[in-house]
Protein backbone atom coordinates (compact mmCIF):
# COMPACT_ATOMS: atom_id res chain seq x y z
CA UNK A 1 0.00 0.00 0.00
CA UNK A 2 2.69 2.34 0.72
CA UNK A 3 4.58 1.99 -2.54
CA UNK A 4 1.03 2.40 -4.92
CA UNK A 5 0.59 5.53 -2.35
CA UNK A 6 4.32 6.85 -3.00
CA UNK A 7 3.14 6.75 -7.16
CA UNK A 8 0.44 9.10 -6.52
CA UNK A 9 1.00 12.57 -8.46
CA UNK A 10 -1.06 14.79 -7.01
CA UNK A 11 -1.50 15.84 -3.27
CA UNK A 12 -5.42 16.39 -3.25
CA UNK A 13 -6.02 12.03 -4.37
CA UNK A 14 -3.97 11.39 -0.68
CA UNK A 15 -6.80 11.77 1.46
CA UNK A 16 -9.39 9.42 -0.32
CA UNK A 17 -6.58 7.02 -0.80
CA UNK A 18 -5.23 7.02 2.60
CA UNK A 19 -9.66 6.34 3.66
CA UNK A 20 -9.84 3.70 1.34
CA UNK A 21 -6.85 2.20 2.44
CA UNK A 22 -7.61 2.71 6.23
CA UNK A 23 -10.99 0.59 5.56
CA UNK A 24 -9.08 -2.69 3.68
CA UNK A 25 -7.14 -1.99 7.11
CA UNK A 26 -9.85 -2.74 9.17
CA UNK A 27 -11.66 -5.73 6.53
CA UNK A 28 -14.53 -3.06 5.74
CA UNK A 29 -13.85 -4.50 2.09
CA UNK A 30 -17.21 -3.27 0.75
CA UNK A 31 -16.55 0.41 2.23
CA UNK A 32 -13.20 0.34 0.93
CA UNK A 33 -14.33 -0.90 -2.87
CA UNK A 34 -16.83 1.86 -3.04
CA UNK A 35 -14.03 4.50 -2.00
CA UNK A 36 -11.54 3.04 -4.77
CA UNK A 37 -14.27 4.22 -7.01
CA UNK A 38 -15.17 7.51 -5.53
CA UNK A 39 -11.01 8.04 -5.33
CA UNK A 40 -10.91 7.34 -8.68
CA UNK A 41 -13.93 9.37 -10.30
CA UNK A 42 -12.74 12.63 -7.83
CA UNK A 43 -9.08 12.14 -9.31
CA UNK A 44 -10.86 12.62 -12.63
CA UNK A 45 -12.48 15.25 -12.12
CA UNK A 46 -9.94 16.93 -10.41
CA UNK A 47 -7.87 16.51 -13.46
CA UNK A 48 -10.48 17.59 -15.70
CA UNK A 49 -10.31 20.95 -13.68
CA UNK A 50 -7.02 21.70 -13.54
CA UNK A 51 -6.51 20.76 -17.28
CA UNK A 52 -9.75 23.56 -17.78
CA UNK A 53 -7.13 26.18 -16.52
CA UNK A 54 -5.28 26.03 -20.38
CA UNK A 55 -7.37 24.04 -22.31
CA UNK A 56 -10.61 25.51 -23.49
CA UNK A 57 -11.52 21.85 -25.23
CA UNK A 58 -11.37 20.39 -21.15
CA UNK A 59 -13.07 23.89 -19.91
CA UNK A 60 -16.45 22.21 -21.85
CA UNK A 61 -15.91 19.02 -20.52
CA UNK A 62 -16.21 20.59 -16.86
CA UNK A 63 -19.39 22.26 -17.89
CA UNK A 64 -21.07 19.39 -19.07
CA UNK A 65 -20.83 17.14 -16.57
CA UNK A 66 -21.08 20.53 -13.65
CA UNK A 67 -24.27 20.71 -15.42
CA UNK A 68 -24.90 16.83 -15.07
CA UNK A 69 -24.66 17.71 -11.42
CA UNK A 70 -26.78 20.18 -10.81
CA UNK A 71 -29.53 18.23 -12.84
CA UNK A 72 -28.89 15.40 -10.77
CA UNK A 73 -27.88 13.10 -13.55
CA UNK A 74 -25.01 10.38 -12.76
CA UNK A 75 -21.66 11.92 -13.91
CA UNK A 76 -19.27 8.77 -13.01
CA UNK A 77 -19.89 7.25 -16.53
CA UNK A 78 -19.46 10.96 -18.06
CA UNK A 79 -16.31 11.24 -16.25
CA UNK A 80 -14.73 8.09 -17.87
CA UNK A 81 -16.23 8.64 -20.99
CA UNK A 82 -14.81 12.12 -21.51
CA UNK A 83 -11.53 11.04 -19.78
CA UNK A 84 -11.32 8.47 -22.48
CA UNK A 85 -12.08 10.63 -25.09
CA UNK A 86 -9.47 13.46 -24.58
CA UNK A 87 -6.67 10.43 -24.07
CA UNK A 88 -6.41 10.19 -20.46
CA UNK A 89 -6.96 6.66 -20.46
CA UNK A 90 -6.60 3.98 -23.06
CA UNK A 91 -9.50 2.02 -24.34
CA UNK A 92 -8.15 -1.04 -22.56
CA UNK A 93 -7.78 1.06 -19.33
CA UNK A 94 -11.98 1.86 -20.12
CA UNK A 95 -12.81 -1.15 -19.75
CA UNK A 96 -11.31 -2.17 -16.39
CA UNK A 97 -12.46 1.20 -14.63
CA UNK A 98 -16.24 0.37 -16.22
CA UNK A 99 -15.90 -2.99 -14.67
CA UNK A 100 -14.90 -1.41 -11.08
CA UNK A 101 -18.05 1.55 -12.02
CA UNK A 102 -20.28 -1.74 -12.31
CA UNK A 103 -19.01 -3.67 -9.08
CA UNK A 104 -19.29 -0.23 -6.92
CA UNK A 105 -22.69 -0.29 -7.77
CA UNK A 106 -23.24 -3.74 -7.25
CA UNK A 107 -21.54 -3.44 -3.46
CA UNK A 108 -23.06 -0.66 -2.67
CA UNK A 109 -26.13 -2.37 -1.67
CA UNK A 110 -25.77 -4.11 1.44
CA UNK A 111 -27.81 -6.95 0.88
CA UNK A 112 -25.94 -8.01 -2.27
CA UNK A 113 -22.68 -9.55 -2.06
CA UNK A 114 -19.80 -7.86 -0.71
CA UNK A 115 -15.93 -8.14 -2.54
CA UNK A 116 -13.04 -9.71 -1.07
CA UNK A 117 -9.89 -8.44 0.09
CA UNK A 118 -8.30 -9.45 -3.14
CA UNK A 119 -11.04 -7.79 -5.11
CA UNK A 120 -10.19 -4.24 -3.44
CA UNK A 121 -6.52 -4.72 -3.97
CA UNK A 122 -6.85 -5.22 -7.72
CA UNK A 123 -9.23 -2.46 -7.77
CA UNK A 124 -6.93 0.24 -5.90
CA UNK A 125 -3.81 -1.25 -7.94
CA UNK A 126 -5.98 -0.37 -11.21
CA UNK A 127 -6.92 2.88 -9.63
CA UNK A 128 -3.23 4.19 -9.16
CA UNK A 129 -1.85 2.79 -12.48
CA UNK A 130 -4.89 4.09 -14.88
CA UNK A 131 -5.42 6.94 -12.70
CA UNK A 132 -4.12 8.24 -9.57
CA UNK A 133 -0.14 8.38 -10.55
CA UNK A 134 -0.87 10.19 -13.24
CA UNK A 135 -0.48 14.45 -13.59
CA UNK A 136 -2.98 16.28 -15.28
CA UNK A 137 -0.99 16.49 -18.61
CA UNK A 138 -2.53 18.70 -21.53
CA UNK A 139 -3.28 17.68 -25.01
CA UNK A 140 -4.57 19.13 -28.25
CA UNK A 141 -6.71 21.79 -27.08
CA UNK A 142 -4.06 23.22 -25.09
CA UNK A 143 -1.23 22.59 -28.13
CA UNK A 144 -3.89 24.96 -30.36
CA UNK A 145 -4.03 27.60 -27.83
CA UNK A 146 0.03 27.72 -27.22
CA UNK A 147 0.66 28.15 -30.53
CA UNK A 148 -1.19 31.17 -31.00
CA UNK A 149 0.15 32.25 -28.04
CA UNK A 150 3.42 31.64 -29.19
CA UNK A 151 3.30 32.76 -32.39
CA UNK A 152 0.98 35.94 -31.98
CA UNK A 153 0.82 37.77 -28.71
CA UNK A 154 4.49 39.76 -28.86
CA UNK A 155 4.17 39.94 -25.83
CA UNK A 156 3.38 36.51 -24.29
CA UNK A 157 6.69 35.75 -23.33
CA UNK A 158 10.08 38.73 -22.41
CA UNK A 159 12.59 38.45 -25.78
CA UNK A 160 15.21 37.01 -23.40
CA UNK A 161 16.27 33.40 -23.51
CA UNK A 162 16.24 32.16 -20.24
CA UNK A 163 12.64 33.29 -20.07
CA UNK A 164 11.68 31.27 -22.77
CA UNK A 165 13.55 28.12 -21.94
CA UNK A 166 12.05 28.25 -18.31
CA UNK A 167 8.24 28.74 -19.64
CA UNK A 168 9.66 25.69 -22.19
CA UNK A 169 10.55 23.18 -19.01
CA UNK A 170 7.53 24.12 -17.47
CA UNK A 171 4.98 22.93 -20.83
CA UNK A 172 7.28 19.72 -21.21
CA UNK A 173 6.18 18.67 -17.64
CA UNK A 174 2.50 19.49 -18.47
CA UNK A 175 2.17 18.30 -22.20
CA UNK A 176 1.25 14.75 -22.81
CA UNK A 177 3.74 12.96 -24.27
CA UNK A 178 1.03 11.57 -27.15
CA UNK A 179 0.54 15.11 -28.58
CA UNK A 180 4.42 16.31 -28.69
CA UNK A 181 4.54 15.35 -32.95
CA UNK A 182 1.06 17.06 -33.42
CA UNK A 183 3.01 20.13 -31.43
CA UNK A 184 6.65 19.74 -33.40
CA UNK A 185 4.53 19.62 -36.13
CA UNK A 186 2.20 22.91 -35.87
CA UNK A 187 5.79 24.22 -34.70
CA UNK A 188 7.66 23.93 -37.50
CA UNK A 189 4.51 24.91 -39.48
CA UNK A 190 4.80 28.68 -37.79
CA UNK A 191 8.36 29.11 -37.28
CA UNK A 192 8.63 28.40 -41.44
CA UNK A 193 5.73 31.69 -41.78
CA UNK A 194 8.23 33.49 -39.83
CA UNK A 195 11.37 32.52 -41.67
CA UNK A 196 11.49 35.26 -44.25
CA UNK A 197 9.69 38.11 -42.45
CA UNK A 198 12.19 40.38 -40.63
CA UNK A 199 9.12 42.06 -38.44
CA UNK A 200 8.45 38.24 -37.05
CA UNK A 201 12.30 37.75 -35.98
CA UNK A 202 10.29 37.60 -32.39
CA UNK A 203 8.59 34.83 -32.72
CA UNK A 204 11.44 33.17 -34.74
CA UNK A 205 13.55 33.41 -32.33
CA UNK A 206 10.79 32.56 -29.35
CA UNK A 207 10.03 29.59 -31.44
CA UNK A 208 13.55 27.93 -32.00
CA UNK A 209 14.84 28.24 -28.61
CA UNK A 210 11.14 26.57 -27.61
CA UNK A 211 10.79 24.24 -29.44
CA UNK A 212 14.57 23.02 -29.20
CA UNK A 213 14.53 23.15 -24.95
CA UNK A 214 11.07 21.41 -25.18
CA UNK A 215 12.34 18.56 -27.08
CA UNK A 216 15.78 18.21 -25.09
CA UNK A 217 14.07 18.08 -22.16
CA UNK A 218 11.77 15.36 -22.99
CA UNK A 219 14.18 13.36 -25.56
CA UNK A 220 11.56 11.70 -27.97
CA UNK A 221 12.37 8.77 -29.98
CA UNK A 222 11.93 11.08 -33.47
CA UNK A 223 12.59 8.15 -35.59
CA UNK A 224 9.15 6.02 -34.24
CA UNK A 225 7.12 6.16 -37.42
CA UNK A 226 4.29 8.62 -35.37
CA UNK A 227 6.64 11.88 -35.71
CA UNK A 228 6.93 11.39 -39.64
CA UNK A 229 10.02 13.72 -38.77
CA UNK A 230 11.80 12.95 -42.63
CA UNK A 231 7.93 14.38 -44.04
CA UNK A 232 8.56 17.46 -41.45
CA UNK A 233 12.15 18.16 -42.69
CA UNK A 234 10.51 17.67 -46.68
CA UNK A 235 7.53 20.40 -46.02
CA UNK A 236 9.26 23.30 -43.89
CA UNK A 237 12.75 23.07 -44.44
CA UNK A 238 13.65 26.33 -43.52
CA UNK A 239 12.65 25.90 -39.82
CA UNK A 240 13.00 22.25 -39.21
CA UNK A 241 16.46 22.65 -40.03
CA UNK A 242 17.12 25.09 -37.36
CA UNK A 243 14.81 23.58 -35.06
CA UNK A 244 16.44 20.29 -35.19
CA UNK A 245 19.96 21.55 -35.66
CA UNK A 246 20.85 22.31 -31.55
CA UNK A 247 23.72 19.50 -30.26
CA UNK A 248 20.99 18.40 -27.63
CA UNK A 249 18.50 17.62 -30.00
CA UNK A 250 20.62 16.15 -33.08
CA UNK A 251 21.43 12.46 -31.66
CA UNK A 252 17.29 11.87 -31.29
CA UNK A 253 17.20 11.92 -34.81
CA UNK A 254 17.83 9.18 -37.03
CA UNK A 255 20.97 9.79 -39.55
CA UNK A 256 18.69 10.28 -42.53
CA UNK A 257 17.27 12.92 -41.31
CA UNK A 258 20.38 14.89 -40.41
CA UNK A 259 21.97 14.31 -43.14
CA UNK A 260 18.54 15.97 -44.55
CA UNK A 261 18.55 19.02 -41.70
CA UNK A 262 22.73 19.43 -42.39
CA UNK A 263 21.73 19.49 -46.06
CA UNK A 264 19.46 22.57 -45.88
CA UNK A 265 21.76 24.40 -43.40
CA UNK A 266 24.81 24.46 -45.14
CA UNK A 267 23.22 24.41 -49.10
CA UNK A 268 19.59 25.89 -48.64
CA UNK A 269 18.02 25.24 -51.83
CA UNK A 270 15.41 27.92 -52.90
CA UNK A 271 13.57 26.88 -55.92
CA UNK A 272 15.47 24.60 -57.97
CA UNK A 273 19.06 26.69 -56.84
CA UNK A 274 21.66 26.06 -53.98
CA UNK A 275 22.23 28.85 -51.94
CA UNK A 276 25.21 29.66 -49.88
CA UNK A 277 23.99 29.05 -46.21
CA UNK A 278 22.35 31.80 -44.33
CA UNK A 279 24.11 33.38 -41.17
CA UNK A 280 22.17 30.97 -38.75
CA UNK A 281 22.18 27.84 -40.97
CA UNK A 282 25.81 28.35 -40.86
CA UNK A 283 26.00 28.95 -36.98
CA UNK A 284 24.19 25.90 -36.33
CA UNK A 285 25.62 23.74 -38.42
CA UNK A 286 29.22 25.25 -37.32
CA UNK A 287 28.01 25.20 -33.31
CA UNK A 288 27.10 20.90 -34.22
CA UNK A 289 30.79 20.44 -35.39
CA UNK A 290 32.85 22.02 -32.49
CA UNK A 291 30.41 19.92 -30.21
CA UNK A 292 32.03 16.60 -32.13
CA UNK A 293 28.32 16.15 -33.03
CA UNK A 294 29.45 15.05 -36.91
CA UNK A 295 29.85 12.28 -38.59
CA UNK A 296 32.85 12.35 -41.07
CA UNK A 297 30.84 12.96 -43.96
CA UNK A 298 29.07 15.17 -42.30
CA UNK A 299 32.23 17.28 -41.16
CA UNK A 300 33.38 17.17 -44.69
CA UNK A 301 30.13 18.82 -46.11
CA UNK A 302 30.12 21.77 -43.19
CA UNK A 303 33.85 22.58 -44.24
CA UNK A 304 33.35 22.69 -47.81
CA UNK A 305 30.44 25.36 -47.19
CA UNK A 306 32.53 26.79 -44.57
CA UNK A 307 34.72 27.30 -46.74
CA UNK A 308 32.81 28.69 -49.80
CA UNK A 309 30.17 31.14 -47.95
CA UNK A 310 30.62 34.91 -48.32
CA UNK A 311 32.63 36.62 -45.79
CA UNK A 312 29.07 38.34 -44.73
CA UNK A 313 27.69 35.17 -43.89
CA UNK A 314 30.94 34.14 -42.17
CA UNK A 315 30.31 37.51 -39.86
CA UNK A 316 26.54 37.10 -39.05
CA UNK A 317 26.93 33.59 -37.90
CA UNK A 318 29.18 34.92 -35.51
CA UNK A 319 32.52 33.24 -36.67
CA UNK A 320 35.46 34.36 -34.87
CA UNK A 321 38.04 36.11 -37.63
CA UNK A 322 40.57 33.40 -36.08
CA UNK A 323 39.14 30.70 -37.86
CA UNK A 324 38.97 32.64 -41.39
CA UNK A 325 42.11 34.91 -40.87
CA UNK A 326 43.97 32.99 -43.36
CA UNK A 327 41.39 33.04 -46.15
CA UNK A 328 41.14 36.71 -45.80
CA UNK A 329 44.96 36.62 -46.51
CA UNK A 330 44.85 34.32 -49.55
CA UNK A 331 42.56 37.06 -50.43
CA UNK A 332 44.52 40.16 -49.84
CA UNK A 333 47.62 38.58 -51.54
CA UNK A 334 45.23 37.63 -54.89
CA UNK A 335 46.11 40.39 -56.73
CA UNK A 336 42.61 40.02 -58.42
CA UNK A 337 40.31 42.74 -56.83
CA UNK A 338 37.39 40.97 -56.90
CA UNK A 339 38.99 38.83 -54.49
CA UNK A 340 40.91 41.56 -52.17
CA UNK A 341 37.93 43.91 -51.76
CA UNK A 342 35.70 41.64 -50.04
CA UNK A 343 38.90 40.19 -47.55
CA UNK A 344 39.53 44.00 -47.15
CA UNK A 345 35.93 44.35 -46.03
CA UNK A 346 35.60 41.74 -43.85
CA UNK A 347 38.68 42.30 -41.88
CA UNK A 348 37.39 46.05 -41.01
CA UNK A 349 34.00 44.36 -40.10
CA UNK A 350 35.97 42.05 -38.35
CA UNK A 351 37.56 44.89 -36.49
CA UNK A 352 40.55 46.09 -34.13
CA UNK A 353 39.24 43.42 -31.10
CA UNK A 354 38.79 39.97 -33.31
CA UNK A 355 42.17 40.74 -35.18
CA UNK A 356 43.51 41.06 -31.48
CA UNK A 357 42.08 37.60 -30.85
CA UNK A 358 44.10 36.24 -34.18
CA UNK A 359 47.96 34.73 -33.37
CA UNK A 360 50.53 37.20 -33.94
CA UNK A 361 52.26 36.08 -36.54
CA UNK A 362 48.59 35.79 -38.28
CA UNK A 363 47.87 39.46 -37.40
CA UNK A 364 51.59 40.86 -39.38
CA UNK A 365 50.48 38.86 -42.25
CA UNK A 366 46.87 40.63 -42.39
CA UNK A 367 49.04 44.12 -41.90
CA UNK A 368 51.24 43.22 -44.57
CA UNK A 369 48.99 42.14 -47.19
CA UNK A 370 46.20 45.18 -46.87
CA UNK A 371 49.22 47.41 -47.27
CA UNK A 372 49.88 45.26 -50.69
CA UNK A 373 45.98 44.87 -51.35
CA UNK A 374 45.86 49.41 -50.90
CA UNK A 375 49.52 49.48 -53.20
CA UNK A 376 47.74 47.67 -55.94
CA UNK A 377 44.56 49.94 -55.59
CA UNK A 378 42.31 47.59 -54.11
CA UNK A 379 39.58 50.25 -53.14
CA UNK A 380 38.39 48.65 -50.16
CA UNK A 381 41.91 48.01 -49.08
CA UNK A 382 42.57 52.00 -49.78
CA UNK A 383 39.67 52.43 -47.76
CA UNK A 384 40.29 50.36 -44.83
CA UNK A 385 43.03 51.77 -44.37
CA UNK A 386 42.60 55.39 -44.43
CA UNK A 387 39.68 55.09 -41.87
CA UNK A 388 42.18 53.51 -39.26
CA UNK A 389 44.41 56.62 -39.96
CA UNK A 390 43.17 58.63 -36.66
CA UNK A 391 40.61 56.48 -35.73
CA UNK A 392 39.86 55.84 -31.47
CA UNK A 393 39.88 51.86 -32.37
CA UNK A 394 42.89 50.59 -31.58
CA UNK A 395 44.32 47.83 -33.53
CA UNK A 396 47.07 45.68 -32.30
CA UNK A 397 50.63 46.16 -32.56
CA UNK A 398 51.85 42.99 -34.51
CA UNK A 399 49.04 44.05 -37.50
CA UNK A 400 50.54 47.55 -37.47
CA UNK A 401 54.02 46.67 -37.69
CA UNK A 402 52.65 44.31 -40.49
CA UNK A 403 51.22 47.54 -42.59
CA UNK A 404 54.92 48.96 -41.83
CA UNK A 405 56.71 46.39 -43.00
CA UNK A 406 54.63 45.81 -45.62
CA UNK A 407 55.60 49.44 -46.66
CA UNK A 408 58.89 48.59 -46.53
CA UNK A 409 58.29 45.87 -49.37
CA UNK A 410 56.50 48.34 -51.84
CA UNK A 411 57.75 49.11 -55.04
CA UNK A 412 60.66 51.86 -55.33
CA UNK A 413 58.48 55.31 -55.34
CA UNK A 414 56.03 54.54 -53.10
Not at 252 to 257: F, G, N, R, T
Not at 317 to 332: D, F, N, S, T, W
Not at 345 to 369: F, H, M, P, T, Y
Request: hydrophobic share 40%; glycine share 6%.
Amino acid sequence: MEDLRQRISEAVDLLLFDEAAKCLEAQAYRAAYIMTWICIAESLRNKFVVMSQRDATVGRIVGQIEQAKQQDRPTDKLLLENAAQIGLITAEELKKLEYIREMRNIYAHPTGADPSKQEVLAALVIAVETVLSRPPLLRHGYVASLLRSLFEDRHFLDDVPATVREYATGVAHRVHPEVLPYLLKGLTERLEQTIIDPELRVFQRRGLEFGATLLAEMRPDLSAEAWNILAIVQKYPAASSLLLSTPEVWPLLPEQCQDMVLGHLVEPVRGSQVQPPTGPGLQRARALYWAGSLTTRQQERFCSSFERAPYVILKEAGVPLQEYAKRVIMGLSSHDWYMQNPASDALRDAGANECSRVDKDIQEQLGRNILQAAEGKARSAESFIRSIIGNKEVWPSAFVEGLILGCCMSKPGK
